[in-house]
């Protein structure tokens, strides 16, 4: 079958850095994507990785390894703001989207 | 101010009755998506839609039917709705269906099945 895997629960404080991991497997790959979304509200793109290595964009960088099935989210100088559940969901071969359950990132002052 | 709405908000239903959820976009995207999102478990796809005038079904199709009439607008309907099918409804949207597509998303729809 196919599964995603993501910490339900995290904590950090303030101005930290914290990584989210998420390991998959899918039914073929085609990318793998983070959402954010905050308590009650939708979920927003934050970024999408197809290739190998990282990509980074401001304050928020995501990182894959296709051959480990690996991906992780990395906050840095963390804000309250940043408090939301982080949601990584990979493209399968049938370009449909498989989503974890997401990670509740609690900030901490 | 461009986006995708979706009404209601929040409603609570007897069960066994029917509901129509709606949902709307003003993007011009092509594909059109819903999804219910419950407690502890991701996002699972109900039906989809790449273009007007198709439909798909998704992880979890049972109970629901949808209708893709037009570019804009893609509604989800409970037939007879029962109790398992309360959750958190967000109805989403992409320029088009395909691998790097990224999604914008309806603020969600709350259904109490009672």
């Known amino acids: 079958g196919q599964n995603i895997d993501q910490p339900t629960e995290m904590t950090a404080t303030e101005g930290a850095i914290v990584q989210i991991n998420c390991t998959y497997q899918t039914s073929g790959f085609n990318g793998l994507f983070w959402y954010q979304q905050h308590a009650g509200e939708a979920p927003t793109f934050l970024s999408y990785n197809v290739l190998d290595g990282l990509e980074e964009k401001g304050r928020f960088s995501s990182f894959l390894s296709r051959s480990k099935g690996y991906s992780y989210l990395l906050l840095k100088e963390l804000q309250m703001k940043d408090s939301a559940s982080y949601l990584c969901?990979?493209?399968?071969?049938?370009?449909?989207?498989?989503w974890g359950a997401g990670t509740k990132l609690i900030i901490k002052p | 101010i461009a986006g995708i709405t979706q009404a209601p908000t929040s409603q609570i239903l007897a069960a066994g009755r029917r509901m129509t959820l709606r949902c709307t976009q003003d993007m011009r995207h092509n594909a059109m998506y819903w999804y219910r999102q419950d407690l502890g478990l991701g996002l699972r796809l109900i039906h989809y839609?790449?273009?007007?005038?198709?439909?798909g079904k998704g992880e979890v199709p049972d109970g629901y039917s949808v209708s893709r009439a037009n570019t804009d607008d893609f509604p989800l309907t409970l037939a007879s709705a029962v109790p398992s099918q309360t959750s958190v409804y967000f109805c989403?949207?992409?320029?088009?269906?395909?691998?790097?597509?990224?999604?914008?998303f309806g603020s969600g729809t709350q259904l109490s099945v009672l």
């Open positions: 989403a949207s992409s320029e088009r269906a395909g691998e790097d597509e990224k999604l914008f």
């Open positions: 839609s790449n273009t007007a005038g198709t439909t």
């Open positions: 969901a990979v493209s399968d071969s049938n370009y449909q989207l498989i």
